[in-house]
């Protein structure tokens, strides 16, 4: 039996191991990494923290085995994220030696400087983005649609009427579910599609 719960700082550990585990492909990183924050950092950590994040977590009788995360506005989230999340993480990891980091732990450093990928065009259209981890023991068992469901309506209550996310190019099992539920490809990166749909907003007045 699954629940999803809004997502707290007290969940964060949680939260990170699940990004961890999940974090090449949706199989485990954890041989690739050095530090094992680092992909939490980056795909979870601002989501939960910052005003502009919308979070839940998708909890079992063993404890938290996914999330889906996202926010209304990209634009305010990715300028909240560079003031209160990257810039002291970049003042922490500039002591680092990296000689001790892996990798793929280098790869994640550098998307604390890398521009956001999806077009401006397109984040004019679909404002909103999220993304969703969930761990093999609740997959192909509905919950990441009535994860997906749920987040997609609070995006909508907060007035975002479009909402994007990327996928791997590979992950056709992804991309089909993201069909499922509505999105289309709209641009295509050097290794991800961008998906994206429109939401319905509550009606004013």
């Known amino acids: 039996m699954f629940e999803l719960m809004v997502a707290a700082s007290s969940d964060l550990p949680a939260l990170y191991r699940v990004a961890l585990v999940t974090g090449d492909g949706g199989d485990d990183a954890t041989a690739q ?7 939490g950092h980056v795909f979870v950590g601002p ?18 085995a996914g999330y889906v ?3 209304p506005s990209t634009p305010t989230f990715l300028a909240e994220r560079e003031l209160d999340w990257f810039a002291p993480l970049r003042r922490r990891y500039g002591v680092v030696d990296t000689g001790q980091l892996t990798p793929a732990d280098r790869e994640i450093l550098e998307l604390f400087d890398a521009p956001y990928p999806v077009a401006d ?9 999220l993304h969703i981890d969930l761990l093999e ?29 990327e996928v791997d190019q590979r992950n056709e099992r992804a991309i089909g579910f993201y069909r499922c539920l509505g999105f289309d490809v709209v641009d295509t990166l050097d290794d991800s599609h961008v998906m994206a749909r429109t939401l319905e907003t509550a009606a004013v007045g």
């Open 47 to 64: 989501y939960i923290e910052l005003a502009s994040g919308r979070s839940f977590a998708v909890v079992d009788e063993r404890g938290i």
């Open 33 to 39: 990494h050095g530090d094992p924050d680092l992909i």
């Open 69 to 71: 995360l996202g926010t």
């Open 137 to 165: 023991r609740c997959r192909g068992r509905g919950v990441g649609r009535a994860a997906m469901e749920r987040m997609m309506q609070a995006l909508a209550d907060a007035g975002a009427h479009g909402v994007h996310l």
């Open 121 to 129: 065009d397109l984040v004019e259209r679909f404002p909103a983005h």
